[in-house]
């Protein structure tokens, strides 16, 4: 195994920010900053890394709060070195059965069908389904930039947000790719007579997905 070894936490934060990890032992007494604080900041930069806790405190509130906020595993000092690669090599199967489900970074094979426009979005199938009664495949980056809009209503989304969303954190995607996919999605959507004035570019920044706007206007 590869270590990355970060005495602080605002020093694992960088790191996990540029670079990629299979996953992070995590101690929950760090010089700057607490395991559990540390591993908020990495969910709010979107940074999605299993994580086993590693702490010498063995009360069992601890252990459940480290569970119940996301963690994968959690382990107690004094630890011997083979229990730790077992645990190491469990997370990393889980987290391996888990990414066996992702359709993109921000879309799962068991994620709900939802509308976008008029069109039937549907995920498990891969399929976009037309008001017309046509339904035809869908590639899985124009779905996770569709389903990332429709959980984002009203919001302006920039193009690094979107493409860190679908393709994954790490992922080395220029604008200009994100852009081409966008395209694709509108001449379909033009293709079939459907209205995208939901749909916007915001210029310079990215996109944004207002339907509350369009519908105060036609009231």
Known sequence: MRVQLCNRAAHAL???QKNFANLVLMDLVLPDQG???????MKAA?????VIFVTANLE??????????????????????AELTARIKAVLRRADYKEDLNLTGNVKVNTEAFEFCGAKITPVRLEIAFPD????????KELGILSYLNDHPGEVITRKALIHSVWGQHADVRSRSL?????????????KGLDLADFRTVHG??????PKKTSKKGT
């Open 14 to 16: 960088k790191f996990l």
């Open 35 to 41: 395991g559990f604080e540390l591993y908020e900041d």
């Open 46 to 50: 979107n940074i999605n890394v299993p």
């Open 60 to 81: 069992e509130s601890s252990k459940v709060h480290g569970l119940e906020q996301g963690g994968d595993d959690y382990i107690t000092k004094p630890f011997s070195f």
């Open 133 to 140: 009664g046509e339904t035809i495949p869908i590639g899985r």
């Open 179 to 191: 852009d081409q996919y966008v395209v694709k999605v509108r001449e379909l959507f033009k293709k």
């Open 205 to 210: 920044i990215g996109y944004i997905f207002d």
